[in-house]
């Protein structure tokens, strides 16, 4: 159901791999609500994912970048501007990737080279994105900015290797910057701290499904899915939460509060 929370307002959404990245639900919930969106992501996506279906059926336009790299930001933005026509009143930061992880490397391990991939895909990512941004005036006043995180980047999670330490980077990045872009412009950042979620991303961690039951079963609420933190998110883009910044927002069912649930013991 929409209540055109977003009617009028325009944004880019990163990251929308397929049907199972909260991106994708994000974008397509994003549509449903009255936004005009912009996709985007790796050209290395476009040849293995399957976002241009997702483009086709929005009818939204989807441009290629490597969000590492500053060119392709650089052009990302001036193709975005150019076919919105005004500053973005939404952004989602939904990129992350670890080589480390891929290969099984425990985080006593790590190799150097893959971890600085590992914090430039997942983290730095999100500076240069808002860097290169604000520099081009790419951010409406009062807009909004949201980048997905998990709770490993407060506590334990072996299998999450240096994802954590991204994690961590991640949401010290989306604070800092929410100080200067909110003094700024009123641009709001926030972040969502999702649970364990079955994406290809996400699926690809060693020991996801124990780590997904385990959550599911601490959790008062069980695991949140891709469509509600979409529908989150979607939260977060609108006039709703207009004075909400610099958070860390939990979107768990409970399971960041829970110390030990009966059903575990």
């Known amino acids: 159901m929409s209540h055109n929370l977003l009617k009028g307002k325009c944004g880019l959404i990163t990251g929308a791999l ?8 994000a974008a397509r919930r ?8 912009v996709l985007t992501n790796a050209p290395v996506a476009l040849r293995l ?50 080589p480390n992880v891929r290969k099984g490397k425990a985080y006593p391990e790590l190799d150097y080279d893959f971890y600085m991939k590992t914090l430039d ?3 730095i990512s999100l500076h240069k994105m808002l860097q290169v941004g604000r520099a081009k005036g790419a951010f409406a006043r009062g807009g ?3 980048a997905l995180s998990y709770i490993a980047a407060q506590r334990v999670f072996p299998k999450y290797g240096d994802m954590s330490d991204a994690k961590a ?12 872009l909110g003094k700024e412009l009123g641009v709001r950042i926030n972040i969502v701290s999702q649970s364990p979620t079955a994406t290809t991303a996400g699926t690809g961690i060693a020991g996801f499904e124990q780590m997904y039951a385990y959550a599911d079963k601490m959790s008062p ?16 883009f609108s006039d709703l939460t207009r004075s909400v910044t610099m958070q860390t927002l939990y979107h768990d069912g409970g399971f960041s509060m829970m110390g030990i649930a009966e059903e575990l013991l």
Not at 222 to 234: K, M, P, Q, R, Y
Request: hydrophobic residues 45%; aromatic residues 8%.
């Open 18 to 25: 397929d049907e199972k990245s909260i991106a994708w639900h």
């Open 30 to 37: 994003a549509h449903e609500e009255g936004a005009q969106v």
């Open 49 to 98: 994912g399957q976002p241009k279906a997702l483009a086709e059926r929005l009818g939204a336009p989807l441009f290629p970048a490597d969000l590492t790299q500053i060119a392709d930001i650089e052009k990302l933005y001036d193709q975005t501007l150019q076919h919105i026509g005004r500053p973005l009143d939404f952004v989602l930061h939904s990129v992350g990737m670890s």
């Open 121 to 123: 895909v997942s983290a």
């Open 144 to 146: 909004s900015i949201v």
């Open 169 to 180: 980077l991640l949401e010290s990045i989306a604070r800092l910057f929410g100080y200067y």
């Open 221 to 236: 609420l069980g695991n949140a899915s891709a469509e509600a933190c979409a529908d989150f998110i979607v939260a977060l």
